[in-house]
């Protein structure tokens, strides 16, 4: 884990990029385990150990509303079967949270996408007000740009549009706007719902850069 000072951090009235040359204005959040992560190459690389049911996260410091959020990560192979989840996500508490979650998907779920081999399992989900997920097939070993846009319609409320390398992969009018705001997360954690065993290998992401801009 980085702890420098020093980090090119882009800040202007209607964006802010986080590079991540250090962790500069992001802190812990790990749940489960000890913080899993460390700064390389202009990457932050976070993993999850094997057998293990380790949570490793990363937050904003700073809060944020109505905008586009952008991640650009790393998605490798992962282990076939592992319950272990690359998050992306906005979260306020458990009942105001927004996620991108990429995985191996358990087999039920594989089946009804009649997912590949080579395919993992992208779940976009608001957890809450009201719940809604949907899912995608993806392809390992390659980066993604995953971006959540947050509008606000003549009441004030947020409207979600969930994209993935650009294309729209699902939308949900939310009932809070923006009085909610969200802290930004990284985090791999090793979770029951995203596959059929617990993970055999370490799974690993790599986030290049997380980006916010304002409407």
């Known amino acids: 884990m980085s702890n420098a000072n020093n980090s090119r951090v882009s800040n202007t009235n209607t964006s802010k990029i986080w590079n991540f040359d250090t962790l500069t204005e992001w802190e812990d959040a790990t749940q489960v385990g000890n913080p899993n992560y460390w700064i390389e190459s ?13 949570r490793s996260k990363v937050k904003t410091i700073s809060s944020f509303t109505a905008g586009t959020y952008t991640w650009k990560v790393f998605i490798p192979e992962m282990g076939v079967g592992d319950m272990a989840s690359i998050g992306a996500f906005l979260y306020n508490n458990d009942t105001h949270e927004l996620d991108f979650e990429i995985g191996y998907g358990n087999q039920a779920i594989r089946n009804q996408l009649e997912a590949d081999p080579d395919d993992l399992i992208a779940y976009m989900t608001s957890q809450a007000n009201p719940f809604q997920s949907f899912k995608k097939k993806i392809k390992r070993g390659q980066w993604y740009t995953l971006s959540l846009e947050l509008t606000l319609n003549s009441s004030r ?44 290998i370490q799974n690993y992401a790599l986030f290049d850069s997380v980006e916010f801009k304002s409407n």
């Open 42 to 54: 202009g990457n932050l690389h976070i993993f999850t150990n094997p057998n293990t049911w380790e």
């Open 157 to 200: 409320k947020y409207h979600v549009n969930w994209k993935i390398n650009g294309e729209l992969t699902g939308a949900t009018q939310l009932t809070y706007g923006d009085k909610t705001k969200f802290k930004i997360f990284c985090s791999i954690e090793n979770l029951t719902f995203i596959g059929d065993h617990i993970p055999n």
